[in-house]
T-cell receptor
Framework: AQRVTQPEKLLSVFKGAPVELKCNYS??????LFWYVQYSRQRLQLLLR??SRESIKGFTADLNKGETSFHLKKPFAQEEDSAMYYC???????????FGSGTRLSIRP | GAGVSQSPSNKVTEKGKDVELRCDPI?????LYWYRQSLGQGLEFLIY????????KSGLPSDRFSAERTGGSVSTLTIQRTQQEDSAVYLC???????????FGSGTQLSVL
């Protein structure tokens, strides 16, 4: 079955330190992968998607098909990055989007 | 234009009662999703509507859960004979189409006493 795994429920790093939020998926085809973010008291929103190959708020994510991973990275964490982050997968044949269990990122001053 | 609108924002009900949750997607969005968000469980897919196609109901946890989308727009998620384990935030999202960016509503916090 298709699955998105985020192994860390909570990640706490100091301001200015690098951040890596892990995401692994299980799907044999060509997936579309996303990172969504939910800041405190805000709606869940798209952060980035792999086909765009863009950097949003300093975050990047590279699809590694060999390792079936789509880790989210930022070289220097900022306090405003504290939020809940969800990795998501869309598989082309069925179209629905499934999410991982989320990682809460806490940036310490 | 307005974003995805969900009502009510909060719902407290007694175990065994039926509840209806409403979602108004963004105009023109053909895809509509329902998810359940609970602590430790992340975002659990419930059901997906795409245009006039048959909905993907594979995520509905039991036959107490059902959803409709009338006229390709408004959707209602119904939970019959609510149980305490149904307590969660129910999120609705819409998108322009398949695999496109999801726009989420602010959710309905359901509490079953």
């Amino acid at each position: 079955a298709q699955r998105v795994t985020q192994p860390e429920k909570l990640l706490s790093v100091f301001k200015g330190a690098p951040v890596e939020l892990k995401c692994n998926y299980s799907y044999s085809g060509s997936p579309e992968l996303f990172w969504y973010v939910q800041y405190s008291r805000q709606r869940l929103q798209l952060l980035l998607r792999h086909i765009s190959r863009e950097s949003i708020k300093g975050f990047t994510a590279d699809l590694n098909k060999g390792e079936t991973s789509f880790h989210l990275k930022k070289p220097f964490a900022q306090e405003e990055d504290s939020a809940m982050y969800y990795c998501a997968l869309s598989y082309s044949s069925a179209s629905k989007i499934i999410f991982g269990s989320g990682t809460r990122l806490s940036i310490r001053p | 234009g307005a974003g995805v609108s969900q009502s009510p924002s909060n719902k407290v009900t007694e175990k065994g009662k039926d509840v209806e949750l409403r979602c108004d997607p963004i105009s023109g969005h053909t895809a509509l999703y329902w998810y359940r968000q609970s602590l430790g469980q992340g975002l659990e897919f419930l059901i997906y509507f795409q245009g006039n196609s048959a909905p993907d109901k594979s995520g509905l946890p039991s036959d107490r859960f059902s959803a409709e989308r009338t006229g390709g727009s408004v959707s209602t998620l119904t939970i019959q004979r609510t149980q305490q384990e149904d307590s969660a935030v129910y999120l609705c999202a819409s998108s322009l189409g398949v695999g496109e960016k999801l726009f989420f509503g602010s959710g309905t916090q359901l509490s079953v006493l």
